[in-house]
């Protein structure tokens, strides 16, 4: 996974957040052979600290590039990790959208990502949404992954040109003890990546808001340890 | 044009680039009475010039909120407005989608806007794109916009709870000789506005890029006068 990247190798664009998740998909992206180009969005986000495990997970996995961009979502806001509103910390709500939900931060992010891969002849884009044990955001789901492919081969001149992109969701069918197998498997250290969106005043985790609980949940349910320190 | 608006006003978020199409597109979203927030992009294009002539139309206008975001897309590069490549001069090439082409830009811009409208409450987005007298560009097509649409709906919050979004594009069968003539009706006056791609090193228009041609040639055929100082 150390290994420098062939210059022969496909071009790919990992999203990544310096989660979980994206730490994951990018070793993924990694193991199939692709250049990853990595890119994370600086949106001053709440947990801000998030920007700092992409660069160690980049580093580590020896990406071709790595972008952290700079997009000011706080003059938006509408959102507790955008926003001055509390994040809840009593417990994931079952079927409701939670306050957490950056308003279309997917959308957003996707369509950065494609205009990184138009512009570096790239054809795959990666993105570690799953559709189980997940926040309820309604871009994390199949059906929005489906629609924003098909829209971006009508929106780009590689897709007009027949070039199209494939939007890969390596973990959309895995629970979060799949994805924490997977990091072991991968031999990612889990510590390397950041999930808490309310970090205590101390630099842990927080240990109680949805991202920490679902994270928890899975290390357990895997039956491995959790890199993490949390405060709770 | 330049009445207060109304604190029952229907919000509505407005794609304002600075150039003659958007502005006009915010005029007609305030003569439909919306509260306009409008939505710029500062993505260091080299015609940044656009980004005062955007502050112009909006504080004519009177809007709700003018929102200038910085957005470097100049770290993708892949396009003469934000890498350094040289902007065409020799004419519009029917059939080909030129070099100005900004991997993925509408799509990017469009998402913001979505965001935005979420985070606002507004369920209207206002874009300027227009599929006659354009340059070719694949995301102003008609299918690409309500491709887009279909996105949107499925990607958000709003969406999902039935509160859909329009993305309105009031300029799509017009040419731009129509566009010069819905300016003078509302009586926006063009010098407010700014197209030209490559502005010559005396802050004049360059007269000679697909941009400034497309506008020329609209004002010559609708008999109207372009206050723009062109320098060629």
Redesign the interface.
């Known amino acids: 996974m150390n290994g420098k990247v062939s210059s022969a190798a496909k071009p790919a664009i990992v999203l990544l957040s310096g989660g979980l998740d994206s730490m994951v998909v990018a070793g993924l992206a990694r193991e199939q052979d692709y250049a990853v180009h990595a890119l994370t969005i600086d949106y001053q986000q709440r947990h801000r600290v998030e920007l700092a495990a992409a660069s160690r997970i980049a580093a580590h996995l020896g990406v071709a590039e790595h972008?952290t961009?700079?997009?000011?979502?706080s003059?938006?806001?509408?959102?507790a990790l955008t926003a001055d509103i509390d994040v809840p910390k009593d417990g994931v709500e079952e079927g409701a959208?939670p306050i957490t939900?950056?308003?279309?931060?997917?959308?957003?992010f996707?369509?950065?990502c494609?205009?990184?891969?138009?512009?570096?002849g790239a054809r795959d884009i990666f993105i570690g949404v799953n559709a189980l044990d997940y926040s309820g955001y309604?871009?994390c789901?199949p059906?929005?992954i489906h629609?924003?492919e098909?829209?971006?081969n009508?929106?780009?001149?590689a897709?007009?040109e027949g070039r199209g992109f494939t939007i890969h969701t390596p973990l959309i069918d895995m629970t979060k003890a799949d994805i924490a197998a997977q990091a072991a498997r991968l031999k990612l250290d889990s510590a390397m990546s950041w999930s808490c969106y309310d970090p205590a005043s101390d630099g842990r985790a927080c240990g109680r808001c949805d991202s920490c609980r679902l994270r928890k949940k899975g290390f357990a349910e895997a039956g491995l340890t959790d890199g993490t320190d949390y405060a709770a």
Chains 1, 2 share one sequence.
Do not use: C, M, W
């Not at 961009?69 to 979502?73: F, V």
């Not at 003059?75 to 959102?79: P, V």
């Not at 009508?154 to 001149?157: F, G, M, R, S, V």
């Open positions: 972008i961009l700079p997009l000011d979502l003059q938006f806001g509408g959102s959208i939900y950056v308003p279309a931060r997917n959308t957003i996707l369509s950065l494609l205009g990184l891969a138009e512009a570096r309604p871009d789901r059906d929005f629609s924003f098909a829209t971006a009508l929106a780009t001149k897709g007009v």
